[in-house]
């Protein structure tokens, strides 16, 4: 419990004498065994420990033995744990004033000044029970300050209470204190000021209470709330209000940067000359709860059927991390708004109308756990919706379309393939003026595959007095090469026009051989 650790253990003897018992820890980063403080040489069942130099969140192990003179026993391991884990809450020490209507309760964090809760000491939340004494009905009260006051009580009455701590985020809860009962005290000759509010005007804090009408003066002090969390009495750590000293009036005024941004706790008090009264219920305030929320700028960009927007918030609410933004639309012609809640400054209002005119105006919402808070609306600003068309427009309009374009592009396809077999494919077929000469299919192909070369026929005569050469003439080679292209030697010559044209060259050599005789 908090800071004392106890290991318990049974004995198998009761009747052993001069028994006793020693334990060890050992840590997860230890290899070796240290013996536990406060646990050596017991001879209970029982023993207390607790040390500095052990880590409360450090995985540990403990053995014990039993011994006796020289001898002993084995070692009787416990499974490894984790103080903090098998740790419990105990009571918190309680100290109380009493008030004729109220009572001031003190309150210590459970096992202070050691280490276990040492990092949760703002994670507890304290629940008072009080009742009138002796038989009065039971009231609870929660609340994370070490200070509290109790109000609402009666004069010269015998109140009792009870407090227990709980750790929240380990849900862990802690016994109850003892019983602590007071008296309240005899009704206050001068009573306190009542239902203190503050509001802002201008720039400044405006204080505000109720009182009777009475030959008073009031004075008001503020404390930064954390305090109430550090201090078990904060009865020295409030401070005056400057402008809320010494006043007769109900109200006092002071400038917002009297104080800095964050959460206060305000009390007024009521004197008459040497008598005082208690001090008001305190109240508490966010400073930034009274910084005026000024109005948003809206911009707006159309499109057929939706607005897009953009809101744009004031430098005042730059600090607040939780804003939404409500907005207003309408139709320009139309008195029914709509209103729409986003939790993003830009965002997209659909299903509008095109060619319509719609207006805008917004604000921003500020929520926190405690308060919430809202600026004042935009001015309306209107956009008229572009021109869009319905879907049976958009099909009428894409079939017109299609039905020019399709038989473009049909055309533009046969031509491109026309160009393209005639190119890559072209006709077998030859010209007329050609084919004409030609009446066997097999022999145009060949025609069309071959390509012959126009030659001219030379004859050569070795003599040793004369060389002679005859040209044929034109039609004579035009009438052989068409010759030879009708055989069947693939374009070549055949033997018999060679045989004839032997026959000629003899007959000419002998004319000449005459000739010369």
């Not at 004075?219 to 006043?247: F, G, T």
């Amino acid at each position: 419990m908090d800071n004392d650790f106890a290991l318990l253990w049974s004995r198998n003897h009761e009747s052993a004498s001069n028994v006793t018992f020693s334990a060890e820890y050992q840590t997860s980063e230890m290899d070796y065994w240290v013996k536990l403080p406060g646990c050596q040489d017991i001879v209970d069942t029982k023993c207390n420990f607790s040390s500095p130099k052990l880590d409360v969140y450090e995985e540990m192990k403990l053995r014990i033995r039993a011994e006796k003179g020289n001898h002993t026993s084995s070692w009787n391991e416990l499974d490894s744990f984790i103080l903090f884990d098998k740790a419990r809450v105990g009571p918190p020490e309680v100290h109380v004033e009493a008030e004729d209507r109220a009572a001031v309760i003190h309150i210590s964090h459970p096992g202070r000044g050691g280490s276990m809760w040492a990092l949760d000491n703002f994670s507890f939340r304290y629940y008072i029970l009080i009742w009138e004494n002796p038989s009065g009905v039971k009231k609870t009260f929660s609340t994370d300050n070490l200070t509290e006051r109790i109000f609402d009580l009666l004069p010269e009455t015998t109140y009792c209470l009870e407090v227990k701590a709980v750790l929240v985020r380990e849900r862990k809860h802690g016994a109850y204190s003892p019983v602590v009962c007071l008296n309240t005290t005899v009704e206050n000759m001068v009573p306190a000021p009542e239902n203190v509010q503050v509001y802002t005007k201008n720039s400044n804090f405006v204080l505000k209470w109720t009182y009777a009408p009475a030959d008073v003066t009031f004075r008001a002090q503020w404390l930064p709330a954390y305090s109430k969390r550090i201090h078990r009495d904060d009865s020295d750590k409030w401070k005056p209000i400057p402008a809320c000293e010494n006043v007769r009036t109900t109200h006092c005024t002071f400038p917002q940067d009297a104080l800095a941004k964050g959460n206060y706790f305000i009390r007024v008090q009521a004197s008459n000359g040497n008598n005082t009264s208690f001090w008001s219920k305190e109240i508490r305030m966010n400073s930034e709860q009274y910084i005026p929320v000024l109005p948003p700028a809206i911009v707006m960009k159309p499109s057929s059927e939706s607005l897009h927007v953009s809101v744009s918030f004031h430098d005042s609410t730059s600090n607040f991390h939780s804003l939404t933004y409500e907005i207003i639309i309408w139709k320009n012609t139309s008195n029914t708004e709509r209103r729409i809640v986003e939790r993003s400054p830009e965002f997209t209002i659909a299903d509008l109308q095109p060619l319509t005119v719609y207006c805008v105006r917004a604000r921003v919402l500020i929520e926190t756990y405690s308060w919430n808070k809202s600026s004042g609306f935009s001015d309306a600003m209107c956009e008229e919706t572009k021109p869009g068309g319905s879907p049976a427009v958009w099909i009428a309009g894409g079939l017109v379309i299609a039905s020019l374009v399709i038989p473009l592009v049909v055309c533009a396809l046969r031509s491109l393939l026309s160009c393209l077999n005639y190119v890559f494919f072209p006709s077998l077929k030859p010209p007329s003026n050609i084919a004409e000469y030609f009446s066997e299919p097999s022999l145009k192909n060949l025609l069309l595959l071959t390509t012959e070369e126009q030659t001219e026929k030379c004859f050569i005569i070795e003599n040793t007095d004369s060389v002679s050469v005859k040209e044929s003439t034109q039609a004579e080679d035009e009438h052989k090469t068409y010759a030879s292209q009708t055989s069947q030697d693939s374009g070549h010559y055949s033997n018999e026009d060679e045989n004839a044209g032997s026959e000629t060259s003899e007959e000419f050599v002998q004319q000449q051989r005459g000739h010369h005789t």
